[in-house]
DNA sequence: AGAAATTGCGCAATGG
DNA sequence: CCCATTGCGCAATTTC
């Protein structure tokens, strides 16, 4: 009982293989590629095949590029080394002409001095998290480049296989080649250790 | 005269696959895969096979990931709109007790002054070059987003075409495996249309 | 409304 | 010395 294999019609007498190969050698010019090998009459011995092969013709769709999730690693040591920068106080702590157009600076009420503790509460919320952003950004771009080798090695291992494969396909075509030509050269299956010489069967 | 194909010993009696094929049908649980295929008798027939299939064994090695050339497209517009900041000049512009430790000041002679031209004419500088820089960071990343999707779509494309040729040699399989039964049914090549039963041979 | 996240930008230190 | 790169802080915007 195998499973899948077309059990549809099975001739008792002959085999698939060898009534393929006597249709086939007649036209020697045998071409056993992935393209062809569906519109031969091989295949007709296995239907699935066919309605496969033809799914197989489009698959070229791609979606979601599937982000993965960083986990970024919160470096919160509160000790925050800040006393390099200058303190570069922009000017006017409390006068506030400040080169600003005519926007509105009434924010709440005061230009928000930058003396503030609220004010400096915020810069330094922000500062934490712009790092924080510019480590996850940074992380990103790492993991991508990782992503692409990742995705080169899968290519190369992938191709191999493919010629793997393809030699062996090969390899079966040339025997079936044989078995034609056999075929052909001893129309009637005679067992003995015949004469007929398949030099000459070349053409 | 076709090419490559091992001509070394053409027994002219049996054809290849005929032998090969009796020699196998002993155990019908006939592995095809990749990896016993070049252990079986049939690879035999084609000696080339053997070494190219050793060799494909080991291709796992991936050096000089290929870096892509980047050509950053400058953007050398000249207009350069800069007008929205507040000009911060930290402080004391002359002055200059400056928070920074007690590195010397001696930098050719004064702490360079901040309105000095040949700062300004510095640091104008250095912006554009920061903002090429920054550029040329972000085409970059990008390009490498592009890569993997391209590289993405690569893989799938391989991955079908491995199914499919995964398929074919299935059937192929298949194909050997019934020739295999018949040639074990009719152990003489008798041409009557018999009628061994072909559906206990399963075992 | 508001806090966090992102982004553009300039400064300074540093690498080449 | 010049340009390129990088870490950092500020402020405007965006996102949630």
Not at 12 to 23: D, E, F, L, Y
Not at 135 to 160: F, G, I, P, Y
């Amino acid at each position: 009982m195998r499973a899948g294999y077309a059990p549809s019609r099975t001739r008792p007498s002959v085999c698939a293989m060898c009534s393929v190969t006597r249709q086939v050698h007649v036209k020697i010019s045998w071409q056993f590629s992935v393209e062809t090998i569906d519109h031969l009459a091989l295949i007709s011995a296995c239907s699935v095949l066919t309605r496969e092969s033809a799914q197989m013709s489009k698959i070229s769709q791609n979606s979601t590029p599937g982000v993965n999730g960083i986990s970024v690693i919160h470096t919160q040591a509160h000790a925050s080394g800040l006393q390099q920068v200058p303190q570069l106080v922009p000017a006017s702590p409390g006068g506030g002409g400040k080169a600003v157009p005519p926007s509105k600076q009434s924010k709440k009420s005061s230009p928000m001095d930058r003396n503030s503790d609220e004010y400096r509460q915020r810069r330094e919320r922000n500062n934490m998290a712009v790092k924080k952003s510019r480590l996850k950004s940074k992380q990103k771009a790492q993991d991508t480049l990782q992503r692409v080798n990742q995705l080169k090695e899968e290519n190369e291992r992938l191709e191999a296989k493919i010629k793997l494969l393809t030699k062996e396909l090969s390899v079966l075509k040339d025997l079936f080649l044989e078995h034609a030509h056999n075929l052909a050269d001893n129309v009637q299956p005679s067992s003995t250790e015949n004469t007929t010489n398949s030099d000459n069967a070349e053409q």
